[in-house]
C-alpha cells in the first residue's frame, strides 16, 4: 500500500493532463518515466482512439499541452500525407516519373526514377556535393533547385537511404509542379486548417511564446564514447546526408531552434508541434474526427502502410524499413498491428497511426535523446497506450 501511495502522489504531483476512464496505467507510465527522467525533463504524451482522444498529459517547467517543440524527422509524417492525399484525388501518379512532374530531376541519371521510389528513400538523392548554407537548408525551394542537377550516389531502386533533410524538399517540388501550390500551403488549407491542429510546418510569429527550444543532450561518459566512435568524415553518405559534409556543418540538435528554419517550416525537418497535433493529424488521417471524415480511404492507408523499403539502410547502416515517406511503425514496435505507419524524430519525438486498433499516437520531449531518433521511453510508452486502446 505505501508503493502504491507515493506511486499515485508521482502521478499528481508531476504529471498534468487527463486520460479516459481504462487509460489510468497509461498516466501511471508516463509518471514512471518522468520520474526516471533529468529533473528538467519537459514532455507530452497524447492519443486518439477511433478519433476520440483518450491521453492528454504533459510534465515539466514551462511546459503545458499547449507548448510546441521542434519535432524534426516527425514533420515527414505531415509532408507526405500530403503526397498521400494528392495521390488519393488523382492529382499525383506514384508510378510516373518524377521527372513528368519536374523536368530538370532527370539531369544526373534520373529520369526514370518515379515518384514512389522517391518517397521510399531509394532515389540515391540524399544531399549535395558540397552541402547546404544555412538559408539554402530552411528553404525547400532552394533544396530542391540544388538537387535538381546531383547526380545520385547510387544507382536509383538499387538500395535504400534515408533523405533526412532533403526528402520533404524532393517531394514538396513534385507537389508544386503538379499543383502550383507549395506542400505548406496544401498542409494548411487541407489538413493543419480545418484540424486546428497545433502542428505547424512555418511556425508564424505570433506563435512563437509557445516555442520551447531544443535542450542539448546531456550523454553519460559511455553515452559519449558510443557518439565519438561513430565516424564523421566529410564524404560518408552519413555526412552527406545529415549536412555535415560543406562549409556550413549543421548541428541537428540546434536545428530548430533557428527562427529561420522555425518560419520556413522545411518539410523533412523543420515541424513545430505539440503531442496533441502530432496524435491528432494521425487520428483524422485514419478515422472520423469531430463528425469529420478521414482524410484517407482504406485503400490508401493501406499503401502508404505497405512495406516499399527494408533492410540494410545506407545512410545509417542500420535496418530500416519505410512505406509511402512513412516510417513502418510496426517494424519498431513489433506488437503494433501490421500496416501502422508514422515517423519519429532526432530529438526525441514519435507519432503515428495503427489503423487496426484505430489509435493515434503523438509524443514529445523538449531535451535531446540519446542516441538521436524515437525516445527509448517510447517504447513502454507505445506499449501502454496500444493495450489500454486493445482493451477499451
Given at each position: ?231 564523421d568524415a566529410a564524404d560518408t553518405l552519413l555526412s552527406i546526408a545529415f549536412n555535415r559534409n560543406g562549409e556550413h556543418p549543421t548541428d541537428i540538435e540546434t536545428v530548430p531552434n533557428s527562427r529561420l528554419i522555425r518560419a520556413k517550416g522545411p518539410a523533412s525537418v523543420g515541424g513545430v508541434a505539440s503531442a496533441r497535433g502530432l496524435a491528432g493529424m494521425y487520428a483524422a488521417a485514419i478515422g472520423e474526427v469531430d463528425g469529420r471524415a478521414p482524410l ?33 511503425t510496426w517494424d519498431t514496435y513489433p506488437f503494433l498491428g501490421a500496416g501502422s505507419f508514422g515517423h519519429s524524430g532526432a530529438g526525441g519525438s514519435q507519432a503515428f497511426a495503427d489503423p487496426r486498433a484505430g489509435l493515434a499516437y503523438g ?30
Open positions: 500500500m505505501p508503493d502504491q501511495q507515493a506511486a499515485q502522489r508521482v502521478v499528481q504531483q508531476v504529471v498534468q493532463g487527463t486520460v479516459a476512464e481504462g487509460f489510468e496505467a497509461v498516466r501511471e507510465e508516463f509518471a514512471a518515466v518522468v520520474e526516471g527522467e533529468r529533473p528538467d525533463y519537459s514532455g507530452q504524451l497524447a492519443a486518439y482512439v477511433h478519433g476520440r482522444k483518450v491521453v492528454d498529459l504533459w510534465a515539466g517547467p514551462d511546459t503545458d499541452g499547449d507548448t510546441l517543440f521542434g519535432v524534426y524527422s516527425s514533420t515527414k509524417g505531415a509532408a507526405h500525407l500530403v503526397v498521400a492525399l494528392l495521390a488519393q484525388d488523382g492529382t499525383l501518379d506514384l508510378d510516373r516519373e518524377v521527372a513528368h512532374y519536374w523536368p530538370e530531376f532527370a539531369a544526373g541519371g534520373k529520369g526514370a526514377v518515379t515518384l514512389r521510389e522517391l518517397i521510399a528513400h531509394r532515389a540515391g538523392v540524399v544531399g549535395a556535393d558540397g552541402g547546404f548554407t544555412p538559408e539554402e537548408l530552411a528553404d525547400d525551394r532552394l533544396i530542391a533547385q540544388r538537387l535538381a542537377g546531383q547526380r545520385p550516389y547510387w544507382r536509383p531502386g538499387a538500395a535504400f537511404g534515408y533523405h533526412a533533410y532533403v526528402i520533404g524538399a524532393l517531394t514538396g517540388e513534385v507537389v508544386f509542379r503538379a499543383t502550383g501550390q507549395t506542400l505548406h500551403e496544401v498542409y494548411e488549407e487541407r489538413i493543419r486548417d480545418p484540424y486546428d491542429l497545433d502542428f505547424f510546418l512555418g511556425l508564424p510569429q505570433e506563435q512563437e511564446p509557445r516555442f520551447r527550444s531544443v535542450l542539448p543532450m546531456d550523454p553519460t561518459p559511455e553515452q559519449q564514447a558510443e557518439l565519438d566512435a561513430v565516424p484517407l480511404k482504406p485503400d490508401t492507408v493501406a499503401e502508404i502502410g505497405q512495406v516499399h523499403s527494408v533492410g540494410y539502410e545506407l545512410v545509417s547502416r542500420q535496418h530500416k524499413a519505410f512505406g509511402l515517406g512513412f516510417q513502418i509524443y514529445t520531449r523538449r531535451r535531446y535523446a540519446f542516441p538521436g531518433g524515437a525516445a527509448p521511453e517510447n517504447d513502454r510508452l507505445v506499449r501502454a497506450v496500444h493495450a489500454a486502446a486493445k482493451a477499451a
